[in-house]
């Protein structure tokens, strides 16, 4: 019935061939592309992308949280057009969301239509489906395997067995391999504290046994879950989000008229448009729960309810800037990691299905109704949540052509890694501008390289290089965990070529010409995906870049650097991205030549970059990639050692005479993490063997 219920409702992911769509769609923005780079490094490397080209001049694909190249819905992309596959893998994370909440659901309910009633409201809750609206492709996931986490616990908990354990662990590593680490973090937290609840109830000293296997089913799910975890934790800790900020937590927290939203969601402004955002700050859970939630404290479970109802109120005032949670940030491990905690709100939708759901089940006891009277009023209490969400939120779900989503034009074709050589900054009087020309994250599915980019998670030092480009100091340089590089100035052009930017698309108002940009296409309309705007006809122009460096350079004149505060003074002063400053450099600068020569790509793929080099005698080259650990370099098939070199790239010693030098990004992380699920996949089999 809930799998009917479910492909029903949600009939247009797949008797469609389109693509979810939305114009503030996170999927159209960020995932297409994110989907595209990784069917074309499999199609053409063999391998799931380690590096993505096409944004911030280079930066980590499967360590981006966001990829979720592991997580197995992500195999239909793959397999399947993207459009076809998106639609389907969320219609999946649907599915499993009432599935899921189902199986905890008639663990505590005496009545399977209560289940049925819990398990449907949660997957049609008007905060799920706002989901494929905004597009948030993760949190779907995460919604959806909340419940079945805490099913899996509440199994080893009343069953402490080896097959119970094993469950735990799978599910776990289910909840780790998905790409939503803040509410993986909220719910992890809330299923402790429960657990902690339960065993306090039961008595400590009977549970010794209990807490090991919990301990143990927690260490497999980590250990199969370590091809994803281990890099992403790389990642992190080279990210800016090791340095925290309190206003970059609240980002746009609620304020007390958002309570207004607990009546109705507002999702639509009054003169009928779509209201910006409408999914954030909202604290609607769904008015027709409100008779259930006074009835579950009349039924037999009050303390459960009662503590449910509490959970709910402090997970609203967390959505608050309040002492709780300047408090939270300052002393809670990991909660500073995070924007937005209003978005605590989607566990709490948890909470109060579960809450309506012990209503339900308080209403269907024999002591109420005769049995005609309890399965009519099941049949009107399952109709209420499909009622609520088709009158609020089901019109704003659509599917379009994937073709009248990110339209392609000429100018997509010359900015295309395949026929522009090198790379492409995108700017803008504003942020606005800047993205409208062509937004970052939609760049992969163009096959378009960018210095430009928006993610979770930023490189730091790229970043402090990006800024330093745009103001020209170092105190241009944002402390705070950053997420989009918007191009709005230039004041060092050198670094800009330094990049290898060949082009420069953007509002054709702008006068490039000082930066050494010629101007050599212009529109005055050009219809372009724009992030909160949908499709719109928006004037554009591009430049050529004069005398471009390239993909790889001689410099000439070395300075050793040993801290991150030398490297930073030493980018700000250059006057020339060719006076390299390389982090440590010895005794090989003494033999360095300065002599010059060429260089150029033979091979430009995803993880594999070949270059064709012309030494004119013992020199030092540098490279217009992304400094970062993983990557190996070879010349003419023997190991060179690579070193940072202008704060954010890469660079090494390169000997007299014509040679072919192969760049590499691998991952030792993801190498140990393959080793550690190896050990753990074998470790639950043994577990669930009889």
């Known amino acids: 019935m809930l799998l009917l219920?479910?492909?029903?409702?949600?009939?247009?992911?797949?008797?469609?061939?389109?693509?979810?769509?939305?114009?503030?769609?996170?999927?159209?923005?960020?995932?297409v592309g994110i989907k595209t780079i990784e069917r074309e490094a499999v199609a053409s490397e063999g391998l799931f992308p380690l590096w993505n080209p096409s944004m911030n001049a280079g930066t980590p694909a499967f360590a981006n949280p966001q990829s979720m190249y592991l997580f197995p819905f992500d195999l239909l992309?793959?397999?399947?057009?993207?459009?076809?596959a998106t639609n389907l893998v969320i219609l999946l994370n649907f599915l499993l969301a009432g599935v899921a909440m189902f199986l905890f659901s008639r663990r505590y309910f005496r009545h399977p239509a209560a289940a049925v009633i819990c398990a449907t409201a949660y997957m049609l809750s008007h905060r799920y489906l706002a989901m494929i609206y905004s597009g948030w492709l993760p949190k779907m996931s995460m919604f959806a395997l909340t419940p079945l986490l805490f099913w899996a616990c509440d199994l080893l908990l009343e069953r402490p067995e080896r097959r119970t354990t094993a469950v735990v662990a799978l599910v776990g590593a289910l909840s780790l391999l998905q790409g939503d680490m803040q509410q993986l973090y909220y719910a992890a937290m809330a299923c402790g504290l429960w657990i902690l609840l339960r065993l306090t109830a039961a008595g400590w000293r009977h549970h010794g046994g209990t807490m090991g296997r919990l301990a143990l089913g927690g260490l497999l799910a980590v250990m199969l879950a370590a091809p994803a975890l281990l890099p992403r934790l790389q990642f992190a800790a080279l990210s800016t989000?090791?340095?925290?900020?309190?206003d970059f937590l609240l980002a746009e927290s609620p304020v007390p008229r958002d309570l207004l939203t607990f009546f109705n969601p507002h999702d639509r402004s009054p003169n009928g448009e779509v209201r910006d955002e409408f999914w954030e700050n909202n604290f609607y859970f769904g008015c027709w729960m409100a008779p259930l939630w006074l009835m579950a404290f009349f039924g037999k479970?009050?303390?459960a309810a009662l503590l449910l109802a509490l959970g709910i109120g402090i997970m609203v005032v967390l959505s608050f800037d309040t002492a709780v949670v300047r408090a939270f940030y300052d002393h809670l491990p990991g909660f500073n990691l995070f924007r937005q905690p209003s978005r605590i709100l989607l566990l709490a939708q948890f909470f109060a299905v579960f809450l309506a759901g012990l209503g339900a089940d308080a209403l269907l006891d024999p002591g109420f109704f005769h049995r005609r009277g309890r399965i009519a009023l099941a049949g009107l209490m399952l109709l209420a949540p499909i009622l609520d969400s088709t009158l609020r939120i089901a019109p704003l779900i659509t599917t379009v052509p994937i073709a009248q989503a990110l339209p392609r034009h000429a100018f997509h074709d010359l900015l295309d890694r395949k026929n522009n050589g090198g790379r492409v900054l995108a700017v803008g009087l504003n942020?606005?501008?800047?993205?409208?020309?062509?937004?970052?994250?939609?760049a992969a599915y163009y096959g378009i390289d960018m210095i430009n980019g928006a993610t979770g998670l930023e490189i730091r030092h790229y970043i402090e290089y990006f800024f330093i480009m745009e103001g020209g100091t170092a105190a241009a340089i944002p402390h705070h965990p950053a997420v989009w590089t918007d191009g709005l100035q230039i004041a060092k052009p050198e670094m800009l070529r330094a990049l290898d930017v060949r082009y420069i698309i953007g509002d054709p108002s702008l006068n490039l010409e000082a930066v050494g940009a010629k101007r050599v296409w212009s529109s005055p309309g050009s219809r372009t995906y724009v992030f909160f705007g949908g499709v719109l006809s928006v004037p554009l122009a591009i430049w050529r870049m004069d005398h471009p460096l390239g993909p790889a350079y001689f410099a000439t004149s070395v300075h050793p650097v040993e801290s991150e505060a030398q490297s930073l003074d030493g980018l700000v002063r250059s006057s020339s991205a060719l006076d390299a400053c390389v982090f440590g450099l010895g005794r090989e600068a003494g033999r360095l030549e300065f002599s010059g020569g060429t260089a150029e790509f033979l091979e430009r793929g995803y993880n594999r970059y070949r270059y064709r080099i012309d030494s004119g005698g013992n020199n030092f080259l540098i490279l217009s990639q992304v400094w970062y650990p993983g990557w190996t370099a070879t010349v003419d098939g023997a190991p060179v050692k690579l070193y940072r070199t202008n704060h954010a790239l890469l660079g090494c010693v390169v000997p007299r005479g014509r040679h072919e030098l192969v760049l590499q990004m691998t991952s030792p992380p993801l190498r140990h993490g393959i080793w550690a699920a190896a050990v753990a996949a074998i470790a639950v089999i043994v577990l669930l063997v009889p």
């Not at 409702?9 to 159209?28: E, K």
């Not at 992309?77 to 076809?84: T, Y």
């Open 241 to 246: 989000r090791t340095e925290p900020s309190y």
């Open 77 to 84: 992309f793959l397999a399947l057009p993207i459009g076809i």
């Open 301 to 303: 479970k009050r303390r």
């Open 431 to 442: 942020s606005f501008f800047s993205r409208a020309a062509l937004l970052y994250c939609t």
């Open 5 to 31: 219920i479910g492909a029903g409702f949600l009939h247009q992911l797949w008797t469609t061939t389109g693509i979810v769509y939305s114009r503030d769609s996170d999927i159209i923005a960020e995932h």
